[in-house]
């Protein structure tokens, strides 16, 4: 039984007759005749019956009807996906996102994105830089939102999405928090909440060059995966920490942010969009080059949709 026969014998049952059944399905009608006889060979038994106006589903054709029909509605519909999914248009998406790119990426571009393309599912799965890049690596995951510099950027392709610097996160009723700028030397004596560096190995390595940058080494007091939790551990008065900027969104009256005075020329911190180094298919591609174009707009470089 195929694709070909089933429509076939649903067109048959449609019109009663195989003279009508032949000229829909633009074939001769001994052809058509010769195929439903081996397809109900193949099934076991009569489909149709004669009858004087042409035929009629028996028992076992009705029974055949609905199903026959629901195959061709899916086969049908997977090769829609399959065409959509090989123009860029459909399929499924899965995407692992560090936490501050809730801050202010993931809502600008989700909704930019699936509205461009409605029939793309989006699968959103939390993670570190070091899950999103294992999760590439490994197909889990289509594409990771991570934080970079990367220290192993050659396994992958990397697309900048946001240019972003450290600020030093201090508990809002510090003597740090009177000032609204500081030299992150000022802050050495200061026990930091660090990064996991098991876990986010490479936030955890730029955050302690930074560090070494300004002439010291961290007093780590307390070590954690997620800015959010790092955060509340700021807030708790555990120590200060070392956070993108774009932390500053995290509500809270318990933390404030000071900008550095001493960051060295050309050292930022950013959001990447990272995706296996060979041919990752015109899905990836899409949700690449929209987020490069939404960060744009962002940033104020004039892109237009």
Excluded: W
Excluded at 83 to 97: C, K
Excluded at 104 to 122: A, C, G, V
Excluded at 142 to 169: I, K, Q, S
Excluded at 249 to 271: E, M
């Amino acid at each position: 039984m195929n694709l070909r026969q089933l429509q076939q014998f649903i067109t048959l049952a449609e019109t009663g007759n195989y003279h009508r059944a032949a000229e829909q399905l633009h074939m001769a009608q001994p052809p058509l005749s010769v195929s439903i006889r081996k397809l109900e060979e193949e099934m076991g038994g009569a489909l149709f019956s004669r009858t004087s106006k042409g035929v009629a589903l028996t028992a076992a054709g009705e029974a055949m009807l609905q199903n026959a029909r629901q195959a061709l509605f899916h086969a049908d519909q997977c090769r829609q996906m399959v065409s959509a999914s090989l123009h860029g248009e459909g399929g499924v998406l899965r995407v692992g996102f560090i936490a501050t790119a809730t801050y202010e990426l993931l809502p600008t571009l989700i909704p930019s994105f699936r509205q461009r393309y409605p029939k793309i599912d989006l699968e959103l799965i939390e993670a570190t830089t070091r899950d999103a890049l294992d999760g590439v690596l490994s197909r889990q995951l289509d594409v990771g939102l991570v934080r970079y510099p990367l220290l192993e950027n050659h396994r992958f392709r990397l697309a900048p999405l946001d240019d972003d610097e450290f600020v030093l996160a201090v508990p809002a009723d510090s003597k740090l928090a009177e000032k609204s700028s500081i030299a992150l030397s000022a802050a050495a004596e200061e026990g930091f909440i660090m990064y996991e560096p098991a876990r986010v190995a490479n936030l955890h390595a730029v955050a302690m060059m930074r560090c070494h940058q300004s002439g010291f080494s961290p007093r780590v007091v307390q070590e954690a995966i997620q800015v959010p939790t790092i955060l509340s551990l700021v807030e708790s008065g555990v120590g200060v920490a070392l956070v993108a900027g774009v932390a500053r969104r995290y509500q809270t009256r318990g933390v404030k942010f000071l900008s550095l005075t001493d960051t060295p020329r050309g050292f930022r911190i950013g959001i990447a969009a990272v995706t296996a180094s060979e041919d990752n298919g015109l899905l990836v591609q899409a949700f690449v080059e929209h987020a490069v174009m939404v960060s744009k707009r962002q940033r104020g470089d004039g892109v237009r949709s």
